[in-house]
């Protein structure tokens, strides 16, 4: 592709104010500077301190839903560092919830990534906040949905890193299903 | 063999707040010289689908699956290399804000120039030429003299002609115009959308019209996709759609069409707004918003199917179809609404409908 400064198109003039000068610049034109704070993050802190800078966090504003009712619920992620931190996830899938165990409430697995890493990232001190709604459904096919059953049900959420449970990037919460 | 189909397409945007599932297992196929429209809300996916078609979805977005074959060749299967030789050649674009779509820096002629250059190997001069006899027919006058002007120095009529312009300037088998009137008055709409139709036939390339505005696809399509949330809702020729719509989404948008002469109060709206992509409500995506959704909407996703019959509809059928539980049998109450027609349905009589200038 032509580009501008090889183009014919542009008209360039010495005397006219707002016309590009026929002048070769002499110093190089910088970007703006900045860091590049994921490159920063991979190179110097240990994933370990990393994984352990992120605290995740689920609640529900009650502990008992009636049955047919919406669960809302609230994942809140921080990191704790006064620098910016980057997660390597093991998809781009970035984080996931779990209602027993079933990914986003659905017995048939909803997504197929692409095998590639995926990057969360963090700013220092930052918190991320995320709503999400449990419809009190589990999807059982790829069109067809069932009712949960009145009983326990923990809601998990967490990064998608591998073995996640232990680490701190991930935490539950159990709630009541009551009979209207 | 179609000009274009699309089989079982998915587009997904891997984000922080969850996976956007932006279109969802989307089939159609637009045939030779003909005019299919799509038509939805924002947000509805019809803008992905359009990209996806010249392969320009952008991270973290990712055609996750599906196939798109054009003239037989599937699309996403293409090298970097051989997609470039398709985009802006065989299959062209024209966006809908005119003004972002040129670029400033360059000279209006000059950018549609370029394209010519490119793909079909004119010289410069030879280029200028062609590039002066497209404007002219597009409607700029004194086509040689705004060779030479800025995007600015344009009207915004006047940059989407210059847009249209280098859209056709390759001779493209498909056009895709993604809501081309938008960003323009309606008097001005209404010439563009003219010239748009008048061009295609005249150079013989199908059209797909990405709309939101039901006006734009009455005037100018052959058949309509009506989407809601990434996903077909509705397929139909045009006046089957406007005189039998099946879906209750279609009524809703049907509806919504402020008319002169109504005596009604208020516009009749569909309530609330479309559902986040990243968490679609359970079963039909339209329930939540559907006056007529009973428990069986929540628990259980309809295909595509036919109406009459309640089968599901083929990929490649272009008769009607509609995804909505009434045509497997699963609503109790039926959909409850009734379509008046004003003057004459052109289905059952070949006389000019008053005021439709199309037949």
């Given at each position: 592709m032509r580009r501008i400064y090889d183009s014919e198109a542009l008209h360039r003039d010495d005397d006219e104010a707002f016309a590009p000068s026929e002048e070769e610049r002499s110093v190089r034109l910088q970007a703006l500077r900045s860091i590049d704070s994921t490159a920063l993050s991979d190179r110097l802190i240990p994933t370990g301190l990393r994984r352990r800078a992120i605290s995740v966090d689920v609640s529900t504003p009650r502990t008992e839903y009636s049955e047919g009712e919406p669960v809302p619920f609230s994942v809140t992620m921080k990191n704790s560092l006064p620098f910016p931190v980057t997660v390597s996830t093991a998809s781009p899938i970035l984080w996931t919830w779990t209602v027993d165990g079933e990914r986003e409430a659905s017995r048939v697995p909803l997504h197929e990534p692409p095998a590639e890493a995926g990057r969360f990232r963090f700013d220092r001190g930052e918190r991320k906040e995320f709503r999400k709604r449990w419809e009190q459904m589990f999807r059982v096919s790829e069109t067809e949905w069932e009712s949960a059953a009145p009983g326990e049900y923990t809601i998990g959420a967490g990064i998608?890193?591998?073995?996640?449970?232990?680490?701190?990037?991930y935490d539950e919460t159990v709630v009541r299903v009551v009979p209207e | 063999m179609a000009l274009l189909e699309v089989n079982d397409l998915t587009v997904k945007f891997y984000t922080q707040d969850g996976v956007v599932t932006?279109?969802?297992g989307l089939d159609y196929r637009v045939e030779r010289g003909e005019k299919f429209g799509v038509v939805g809300e924002s947000g509805a996916g019809k803008s992905v689908t359009a990209l996806s078609l010249m392969r320009l979805i952008e991270s973290p977005g990712r055609i996750e699956s599906g196939e798109i074959l054009f003239k037989g060749e599937d699309l996403l299967e293409m090298s970097e290399e051989e997609i470039r030789s398709v985009r802006g050649n065989e299959i062209a674009m024209i966006f809908q804000d005119a003004q972002t779509a040129l670029n400033p820096v360059y000279t209006v002629g000059e950018q549609v120039s370029e394209a010519i250059r490119h793909h079909?190997?004119?010289d410069d001069a030879e280029a200028r030429e062609r590039t002066i006899q497209l404007l002219d027919r597009v409607g700029i006058p004194e086509a040689e003299t705004r060779y030479s002007d800025y995007p600015h120095q344009f009207s915004g009529g006047m940059q989407q002609r210059a847009v249209i312009a280098m859209a056709l300037s390759c001779d493209p088998g498909l056009l895709i115009c993604d809501e081309p009137t938008t960003a323009l008055d309606v008097t001005i709409e209404a010439e563009i959308l003219d010239q748009i139709e008048e061009l295609a036939d005249d150079f013989d390339a199908a059209v797909q019209l990405i709309t939101h505005d039901l006006g734009v696809i009455a005037q100018v399509c052959d058949r309509v996709m009506v989407m809601y949330a990434g996903k077909p809702v509705e397929k139909a020729p045009v006046e089957d759609l406007y005189y039998d719509p099946k879906h209750p989404y279609t009524v809703g948008l049907m509806s919504s069409i402020p008319r002169v002469?109504?005596?009604?109060?208020r516009l009749q709206t569909i309530p609330g707004t479309m559902p986040d992509l990243v968490e679609l409500p359970t079963g039909c995506s339209f329930h939540p918003r559907c006056p007529y959704a009973e428990e069986a909407c929540t628990r259980k996703e309809p295909p595509l199917?036919?109406?009459?019959?309640g089968a599901e509809a083929a990929a490649s059928s272009a008769e009607h179809a509609a995804a909505c539980l009434e045509y497997t049998g699963d609503l109790r109450d039926g959909l409850d609404y009734e379509i008046e027609v004003r003057g004459q349905d052109p289905r059952t009589d070949v006389r000019q409908v008053e005021g439709d200038q199309d037949d």
């Open positions: 998608n890193v591998e073995a996640s449970d232990g680490a701190a990037l | 932006a279109v969802n079909l190997d004119y002469g109504d005596s009604r109060e199917l036919d109406p009459e019959t």
